[in-house]
């Protein structure tokens, strides 16, 4: 079983949806991050929290230490939020790593 | 601010072969992580440093090694390619233990 698993694996939506993407994680962890990927690799750190809920724009982030869980949504969907959305823990102690979920490929249809 | 930049983007190589990958931090940023990117595995630690002391390593064999000079540049190296070590090669950097800025990648091919 992955250290961290995301829900769902892929994702079609209406322009002006709310989404929603699930992160489960089983490790401690200092924080848990969301990352963006748009097609051609380049990866943008949404949100690195870790406890209660950011909101930046229309993408909200929420995470439940005692339940091990994330989510993160996007208000009234964009075709331009189309990419994968990657959610990643970092496991505690004085490091960087990253253990990554496999990722949501999030489709916005207009 | 410039960001995260890695050279070269691309890369094709053959098997047998080394290669090694540069990545330049955000000014002011002393942590460097590299993580591989590919389709089956999806993105996997490879190794951090900081302030030129390596602080953490995934579970790659030792043909993956890295350094990082003391203006935070790192590099890493692949020895004796495996079709297999075709990727993404991605680094991060952060000022501390916080946000890391990923810079574009460096796509490997081996033949």
């Known amino acids: 079983k992955n250290e961290v698993e995301q829900s769902p694996q892929n994702l079609t939506a209406q322009e002006g949806e709310f989404i929603t993407i699930n992160c489960s994680y089983s490790?401690?962890?200092?924080?848990l991050h969301w990352l963006q990927q748009h097609p051609g690799g380049g990866i943008v750190s949404l949100f690195m929290?870790?406890?209660g809920k950011k909101k930046h724009g229309r993408l909200i982030a929420t995470i439940n230490i005692q339940e091990k869980h994330s989510s993160l949504h996007i208000t009234a969907s964009h075709p331009r939020d189309s990419a994968v959305y990657i959610c990643?823990?970092?496991?505690?102690?004085?490091?960087?790593?990253?253990?990554f979920g496999t990722g949501t490929l999030l489709a916005v249809q207009p | 601010k410039a960001g995260v930049t890695q050279t070269p983007r691309y890369l094709i190589k053959t098997r047998g072969q080394q290669v090694t990958l540069s990545c330049s931090p955000i000014?002011?940023?002393?942590?460097v992580s590299w993580y591989q990117q590919t389709p089956g595995q999806g993105l996997q630690f490879l190794f951090e440093?900081?302030?030129?002391?390596?602080?953490n390593k995934g579970n790659f064999p030792g043909r993956f090694s890295g350094r990082q000079f003391s203006n935070s540049r790192s590099e890493m190296n692949v020895s004796t390619l495996e079709l297999g070590d075709s990727a993404l090669y991605l680094c991060?950097?952060?000022?501390?233990?916080?946000?890391?800025?990923f810079g574009p990648g460096t796509r490997l091919t081996v033949l």
């Open positions: 440093y900081f302030s030129e002391t390596q602080r």
């Open positions: 000014s002011g940023h002393r942590s």
């Open positions: 490790v401690g962890i200092s924080a």
């Open positions: 991060a950097s952060a000022r501390g233990t916080d946000t890391q800025y």
């Open positions: 990643a823990v970092s496991p505690g102690g004085a490091t960087n790593k990253l253990i």
């Open positions: 929290l870790s406890s």
